[in-house]
C-alpha cells in the first residue's frame, strides 16, 4: 500500500541504542528502563515497543499511555511518570502499573482503595531542584512513614530528575541535586525502608556521570539515536568518556503531489512572503504544520529530492508545503521527497530542523503527527 507521507523506523536501531547506553555502565545487572512517552518521542510507541526486547521496564508519562502499553501485549514493568487522577487509580492497580507519588493526598487514596491482598508499587519521586513534580526533602520522612504503613502500599522506588545537565558544560548543579538526593536515599533507608530500583539517569547523565546510575538508567532520547544536546556531546569528548555510537530511528517522508511551471514574479503561498525571480518549477507536497511540520520553517528549510536539497519556498500551510525544483529538473510527479533523514549523501537532522524552528530535536520528533503511518524498515 502506497503513501502520501509516512515515517520510517529503522528495524534495529532502538535496539542498538540501548544496548550502546547501557555499556555506558560497568554494572552488568543494570536494568535498563526505555521511556516512551508521548508516543515514543513520535516515533509509535506500538512500533518502538516492539522493537526494544532488551528494555527491562518502560516508562511513560500518562495513565492511559499504560494501559495502552498493557494492551499491545507488553507484560514488563511500566512506570507512570506523570499524575494519575485519584478517580483512576484503581484502573492502574487493576492493569499492575507502577505509579510515580509526591502528593499525601494519593497516599491516603490508595490507602482507601486497596483491597486486601492486591498490591500497589510505588516510586517517590524527590524534588531536588528542578522544581517540578516531587516531594521536598524535608518531607521525606512523614511520607515514608505513611506509605509504609499503608497495606498492600510496597515503596519499589525512588527517583529524581535534573535541571541542569544536558545544556551546560558546567555540571555543579548536577552534582548538587545528586548530593541532595543520595542524602534522601540515606534517610529513607535509615527509616527501615529498602526500595529496590533507584533511578536518576537520563541519557546524559548515563553518558556522563556513572554516579548516577544506581541501579536503572531511564533514557529517553538517545534511545531514538538523538544527543540531549551538543554540549552532552563535548563534554563526552572532553572528558574523554566513551561516546556512544547512537543510530537515529526516524525518517520522515512525503510524495510529490503537483509539479508546474510558473513565471518570474509569480507569488507563493499565503501572505505573499515568496517572490519568484526566475521561472521556477514548482514543487506541492501535502504535509504542513498539522502533521507536525513547523509553520517556522517558513521560507527558511529545505527538504531532499533524489539526493538533492529543494528549498522550502512560501509559507507552511496546514496541510501543504512548496518547494523550488527549478534545478532538480529529473524530479517527477509522486517521487519520494525527505523531509527528515537521509537521501544518498545528502541529510537532514532533527538538530538541523531544531535549529531553522529554534527548538530542540525534542520537540521535532515528538511533534510529528500520531496520525502519520509508522513503518517499520530494515536497511541492512
Same mark, same amino acid.
Given at each position: 500500500m502506497g503513501y502520501l507521507k509516512w515515517i520510517e523506523i529503522e528495524e534495529s536501531a532502538p535496539n542498538w541504542n540501548l544496548r550502546q547506553l547501557k555499556s555506558c555502565s560497568e554494572n552488568e545487572d543494570m536494568l535498563f528502563c526505555a521511556v516512551v512517552k508521548s508516543n515514543a518521542y513520535g516515533h509509535g510507541v506500538d512500533e518502538i515497543s516492539s522493537l526494544l526486547p532488551s528494555?527491562?521496564?518502560?516508562?511513560?508519562?500518562? +495513565?492511559?499511555?499504560g494501559l495502552e502499553l498493557r494492551r499491545y501485549g507488553i507484560k514488563r514493568p511500566i512506570l507512570l511518570l506523570g499524575h494519575v487522577l485519584m478517580e483512576r487509580l484503581p484502573e492502574a492497580i487493576d492493569a499492575d502499573l507502577r505509579l510515580t507519588v509526591y502528593n499525601i493526598e494519593t497516599i491516603e487514596k490508595l490507602e482507601k482503595t486497596l483491597n486486601q491482598g492486591v498490591t500497589c508499587r510505588i516510586h517517590i519521586q524527590i524534588e531536588t531542584g528542578t522544581g517540578?513534580?516531587?516531594? +521536598?526533602?524535608e518531607n521525606v520522612p512523614e511520607f515514608i512513614r505513611m506509605a509504609s504503613?499503608?497495606?498492600? +502500599?510496597?515503596?519499589?522506588g525512588l527517583a529524581t530528575h535534573f535541571?541542569?545537565?544536558?545544556?551546560?558544560l558546567n555540571h555543579e548543579y548536577a552534582e548538587e541535586q545528586l548530593r541532595i538526593f543520595k542524602e534522601v536515599v540515606e534517610t529513607v533507608r535509615e527509616s527501615g525502608v529498602s526500595p529496590a530500583v533507584i533511578h536518576t539517569a537520563c541519557t546524559a547523565a548515563t553518558i556522563l556521570f556513572p554516579e548516577t546510575h544506581f541501579n536503572m538508567l531511564r533514557t529517553g532520547i538517545g534511545l531514538y539515536g538523538l544527543w540531549p544536546s551538543r554540549e552532552t556531546f563535548l563534554s563526552a569528548q572532553s572528558n574523554g568518556i566513551p561516546v556512544p555510537d547512537l543510530m537515529p530511528v526516524l525518517s520522515w517522508k512525503t510524495r510529490i503531489a503537483q509539479i508546474k511551471e510558473l513565471p518570474s514574479g509569480s507569488y507563493i503561498g499565503y501572505g505573499c512572503t515568496y517572490k519568484t525571480s526566475r521561472r521556477t518549477r514548482l514543487g506541492v507536497l501535502p504535509v504542513g504544520y498539522a502533521d507536525g511540520y513547523d509553520r517556522k520553517c517558513t521560507n527558511s528549510a529545505h527538504v531532499l529530492v533524489r539526493g538533492k536539497r529543494a528549498p522550502l519556498l512560501g509559507r507552511v500551510c496546514m496541510n501543504l508545503i512548496m518547494i523550488d525544483?527549478?534545478?532538480?529538473p529529473e524530479a517527477s510527479l509522486e517521487d519520494t521527497v525527505v523531509l527528515l533523514g537521509r537521501d544518498c549523501n545528502e541529510l537532514i537532522t532533527a538538530e538541523m530542523m531544531a535549529e531553522w524552528i529554534g527548538t530542540i530535536n525534542y520537540e521535532v520528533v515528538t511533534r510529528i503527527s500520531s496520525f502519520l503511518p509508522r513503518i517499520i524498515v530494515r536497511r541492512g
Open positions: 528494555a527491562d521496564w518502560f516508562a511513560v508519562n500518562s +495513565l492511559d499511555e517540578r513534580q516531587g516531594l +521536598l526533602p504503613g499503608t497495606p498492600g +502500599l510496597e515503596i519499589e535541571a541542569n545537565i544536558e545544556d551546560t525544483l527549478t534545478d532538480i
